[in-house]
């Protein structure tokens, strides 16, 4: 694919981001910036929400690791769905019924300011490091695949993107995002798709042919029984239902499309088709998994594998590396698209979450003066921007995989305090001892990752999975009940 081509693709997709944000940001105020003005309608922010749950790093991964993996994802997947029954029925009529525009002001409301402050301070912190490492690992494809042939180094890449993130956000905030996530969603599935029929034609198979394929390949397993292994049935699907229930439910960045449906309603509706559609969409990633590694065993292409574990090397590079130099040349197009928009979807609204969390749970947003509010929010905005280009550049610098995948890990672990927090606000009627939350929320995510290191010497073999962050919220939850007012 040439450098042409490839800039040609990317400059007309930026292109029409930015008139997306044209007509959607006229007469935009900071309401508008913040919550829509409360006008979106839900079957847009459901499908819009696809893009954003998955991001960049599912849109290579979850293909890949079939590999290694099979289909176990699938038992995380299923427990998504009780996590948004949870989600529906719980936490968004709270969030309506109190009129919300950060979520973390429940905690103020149930515990105290510096409950509120620790709260929205964790999500900063993990949405930070977890949009930068997204952005990271598609900016190092989109290097690969364009900014090379020019000479251009990665940092100036970065900061290319990062400004058109801006620039197509500044103004609209979340009235835009819900109609770009619309759009990049849309790109994003139909890279997919055209990615399977590519191979479909390559391999000379029919779409029954295709079904049989994968549904009696080795690769589509779902459950494991055995209770040790990290990816043991009941330790996903329950881990799926608590992930969805803090990355979607205790979110800023998701919950700020939900809350600017019109009313209670509609946003129980968007929560429902979101959560049935994207069962489907993640059977599509998955399928599109097993089809890239019978691709890769027809076209005799070796794949590395380590000798002491007996898994593949490199999973996240098998996409890419198909699309672009063993597919034709519509699907390198498409992937190219789809990896942009896959990437975008999420990075642009987290740029708008994190802007709009720091503004009103820092800054007593609520008694500025219109105009004030406008000023600050753009130094907010412009903020965040430079600290996700610093990130990235560390990331960058560090240049280590296993450094930089356990620095996403850890920010796994900032949820399980907003976990063990609003379970404690809701289950229970207790008040608590305020000025301790921090100090305890900071203790145990180092608590659970000290268990999770040594489970398997300290619990007879027994793994953690993601169920870890089960542990953490518990962890909380229970300081929180020592910490109880009497």
Known sequence: MSPA?????????????????????RKADTDTFFTGNRQSPWYLVAFGMIGASLSGVTFISVPGEVGNSDWTYFQIVLGYLLGYLVIGTVLMPLYYRLNLVSIYTYLQDRFGIWSYKTGSFFFLLSQTIGASFRLFLVAGVLQI???????????????????????????????????TDSLQTFFMLLSVCISIYIIAQQLDLSFNQVMDKVGN???????????????NFFKQFFSGAFIAIVMTGLDQNMMQKNLTCKNIGEAQKNMLWFSIT?????????????????????????????????????????FP???????????????????????????????????????????????????????????????????????????????????????????????????????????????????????????????????????????????????????????????LFLLRKK
């Open 145 to 179: 695949a364009f900014f090379d042939s020019f000479g251009v180094p990665f940092e100036v890449s970065v900061l290319i993107t990062i400004i058109l993130i801006w620039l197509y956000t500044f103004k609209g905030g979340i009235k835009t995002i819900v109609w």
């Open 278 to 318: 994207l069962v489907f969409v993640n059977l599509l990633f998955l399928s599109l998994g097993v089809l890239l590694y019978v691709f890769a065993e027809d076209q005799g292409i070796v794949l590395a594998i380590n000798e002491e574990t007996g898994k593949l090397l490199s999973t996240d590079k098998l």
């Open 321 to 479: 590396n198909l699309a672009i130099n063993h597919f034709n040349l519509l699907a390198g197009v498409i992937f190219l698209l789809g990896i942009t928009a896959a990437a975008y979807s999420s990075a642009d609204s987290s740029l708008t979450s994190l802007t709009t969390a720091f503004c009103v749970d820092f800054l007593n947003f609520d008694k500025l003066p219109e105009e004030k509010r406008k000023q600050t929010r753009m130094i907010v905005h412009i903020g965040f921007s430079v600290i996700l280009f610093l990130a990235i550049f560390i990331f960058n610098k560090i240049n280590d995989d296993s450094v930089i995948n356990s620095v996403f890990r850890a920010a796994g672990y900032t949820y399980g305090p907003l976990l063990g927090l609003f379970s404690f606000g809701l289950f229970t009627k207790y008040k608590v001892k305020d000025k301790f939350v921090l100090p305890l929320c900071l203790a145990t995510p180092i608590i659970s990752y000290i268990l999770n290191a040594n489970s398997e010497v300290w619990f007879g073999g027994y793994i953690f999975g993601f169920e870890i962050l089960i542990v953490n919220g518990a962890l909380t939850f229970i300081g």
């Open 5 to 25: 081509l490839v800039f040609s693709v990317i400059f007309g997709y930026f292109i029409l981001l930015i008139c997306i944000s044209y007509f959607t940001s």
């Open 217 to 231: 390949s080795d690769y589509s397993k779902i459950f494991i029984w055995d209770w040790k292994p990290g990816n």
